[in-house]
């Protein structure tokens, strides 16, 4: 039995019909770009954010750098970011002309140490960036608080936790601004790139989406040189479909999560911490094991597919080794790279495919 690391086609088929017939809708209207598809998406995930504003944009990498640039973020500021995340939350930074600030992460959420940021603060420091690392959130209160006392901009990467929540409030509206990406293996992906910058902020709403159409309101009054960032109409016919599902969905991850930590009870193998009165929407399920490479190698002899998340910390990267930062530098984050496993997780994943999965990773531990 093959058990793939992701499952696109399944989910795919379990919503088909409903999916040609919104495309097809999009190509009898030629409503390709902007329209009414992307009006209601953007009115409807603003509504799911608790937020009162939800901007369409081009990916989740646009979506991060779009709202770096409205909160006036350029050269020479500085921007904190977690060192354990994918590339994209730091490329974001490079993009403005900015430089990245690299944190650790905490020993059991992997999102962002909320004990080593206040030591990273300098007269340049403009803005945190909290990623919400595999659909659980980043520690947001005291983040809160550090950038209240120092004059941050809070913007939440959120392109890993549609519908999370930080004690009982939704991952969106917590910061500054919130950056999420349909990108399609996200839990809300799309079926090309797409991307939304989320916010409270009348202001920064209005920055975003004229620097995401040529900086202009009305075709040919351009108020100022912007950029071509947007949610195309197919798109957002196929997310608008989604959004009927995504809570189902998303307690399908929830219970396959709860699964996969009860029969790994007992076993060497360490599973998610999830924080209290939060709600991880697992993206991803991360354990932490010994001799991870080899455990990965024996687990695809049997036809079971992970991945790593990530395996080499952005400080190490070639792109950013630039940078000079020796290793050695985020003890947690490196040692964690050589641990971590990332176990298969979609909501269709069945019950017998995990028990399998479980079977197989307790045998090959122990
Ligand atoms: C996927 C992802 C992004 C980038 O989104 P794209 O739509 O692929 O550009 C940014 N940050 C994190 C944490 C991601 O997982």
Redesign the pocket.
């Known amino acids: 039995m093959t058990i793939p690391f992701l499952d696109l086609k399944s989910q795919y088929l379990s919503i088909k019909d409903e999916v040609i017939n919104a495309v097809e809708n999009i190509c009898n209207n030629t409503a390709f770009i902007g329209g009414k598809a992307v009006d209601i998406f953007e009115e409807s995930f603003a509504k799911y954010c608790n937020a009162s504003h939800c901007i369409g944009v081009g990916?989740?990498?646009?979506?991060?750098w779009l709202a770096l640039k409205a909160i006036n973020i350029g050269p020479g500021d500085e921007v904190i970011v977690p060192v354990n995340?994918?590339i994209?939350?730091v490329e974001a930074i490079s993009a403005v002309g900015a430089i990245p600030v690299f944190v650790d992460n905490d020993v059991d959420t992997y999102t962002i140490d909320i004990a080593n940021i206040e030591k990273c603060i300098t007269p340049k420091s403009k803005a945190i960036i909290a990623?919400h690392?595999y659909g659980q959130s980043a520690d947001m209160d005291p983040i809160l608080d550090i950038a209240a006392k120092h004059g941050l901009k809070v913007v939440e990467?959120a392109?890993?936790a549609h519908g999370a929540e930080y004690k009982g409030r939704r991952i969106g509206s917590i910061g500054d601004v919130a950056?999420f990406?349909?990108?399609p293996g996200?839990n809300l992906g799309a079926y090309g790139?797409?991307?939304a910058v989320v916010t409270n902020n009348q202001e920064i709403a209005d920055i975003v989406r004229l620097l995401s159409q040529h900086g202009s309101k009305h075709k040919y009054q351009h108020k100022i040189a912007g950029y071509n960032s947007r949610l195309d109409g197919i798109q957002a016919a196929v997310l608008n479909i989604k959004m009927k599902y995504i809570e189902q969905w998303t307690e399908a991850r929830r219970k396959n999560a709860s699964l996969y930590c009860q029969l790994l009870e007992g076993s060497n193998i360490i599973v998610p911490f999830e924080r209290k009165n939060s709600r991880h929407v697992y993206h991803l399920f991360v354990v932490r094991l010994n001799n991870r490479d080899e455990v990965q190698k024996r687990l695809l002899e049997h036809g079971i597919q992970t991945a790593i998340h990530y395996p080499i910390p952005i400080h190490l990267t070639e792109a950013y080794v630039k940078l000079g930062i020796p290793k050695g530098t985020y003890p947690v984050s490196e040692t964690y790279a050589n641990e971590i496993l990332s176990l298969p997780m979609y909501p269709e994943l069945s019950k017998k495919q995990i028990h399998e999965i479980v079977y197989v990773l307790r045998e090959i531990v122990q």
């Open positions: 990916n989740g990498t646009d979506a991060l995340t994918f994209a939350s990623v690392l990467d392109a890993q950056c990406s349909f990108y996200k790139d797409g991307g």
